[in-house]
């Protein structure tokens, strides 16, 4: 069955110390990848999304993944963290032939520390 | 940008309540979504709706039913409320069913059954 693991529930940094958030996914097909994140209090925005080509994708807010096919993995890194960046990150999957379904993580929670 | 708006933020209802939850998109998406939010589950898909009137079962549809009467509507509601449906229940849009269109996100809704 398609799922996809989040296997850090709390990662705690220092501000400015940079960031690898891990993601695993286990899918047949070709994946469609997506980061999502959600600040306190609101909805889920969408960072970054991985279709095909090059394996390192750039997001929004200076976030970057790297799909590693072999690893079946789609980590998502930040080379300085801000406090603003303090929030809950999601990875997701898409099912193709599905009707724009996506199969979310259970999300890490990010804290960032003075 | 897209909004997608739910109209209530916190709600609190009794057991065995019905219980409506609004959502409202203002960009002519097709396709509208109902998750459940929980802690340790990350995001769990209740129903989505394609079209108007149009509607299928998601992962955790037991309890709940819902109606899109019109496009921009979507409407999630509990028969008969119980306390296991205390949660952060989020709805989200998309344009169409390809992976290439992105979710968009409301704020959620926070529902406790008491």
């Known amino acids: 069955a398609q799922s996809v693991t989040q296997p850090d529930i709390h990662i705690t940094v220092s501000e400015g110390a940079s960031l690898e958030l891990r993601c695993n996914y286990s899918?047949?097909?070709?994946?469609?990848l997506f980061w999502y994140v959600q600040s306190p209090g609101q909805g889920l925005q969408l960072l970054l999304k991985?279709?095909?080509?090059?394996?390192l994708v750039q997001g929004i807010k200076g976030f970057e993944a790297e799909f590693k096919r072999s690893q079946s993995s789609f980590n998502l890194r930040k080379p300085s963290v801000h406090w603003s960046d303090a929030a809950e990150y999601f990875c997701a999957v898409h099912l193709t032939g599905a009707t724009n379904k996506l199969i979310f993580g259970t999300g890490t929670l990010l804290a960032v520390q003075p | 940008d897209v909004k997608v708006t739910q109209s209530s933020r916190y709600l609190v209802k009794r057991t065995g309540e019905k219980v409506f939850l609004e959502c409202v998109q203002d960009?002519?998406?097709?396709?509208m979504f109902w998750y459940r939010q929980d802690p340790g589950l990350g995001l769990r898909l209740i129903y989505f709706s394609y079209d108007v009137k149009m509607k299928e079962k998601g992962d955790i549809p037991e309890g709940y039913s819902v109606s899109r009467e019109k496009k921009e509507r979507f409407s999630l509601i509990l028969e008969s409320a119980s306390t296991n449906q205390t949660s952060m229940y989020l709805c989200?849009?998309?344009?169409?069913?390809?992976?290439?269109?992105?979710?968009?996100f409301g704020n959620g809704t926070r529902l406790t059954v008491t």
């Open positions: 899918y047949g097909a070709t994946p469609y």
């Open positions: 960009m002519d998406h097709e396709n």
């Open positions: 989200a849009s998309s344009q169409d069913s390809s992976y290439n269109s992105p979710l968009h």
């Open positions: 991985y279709f095909s080509g090059d394996t």
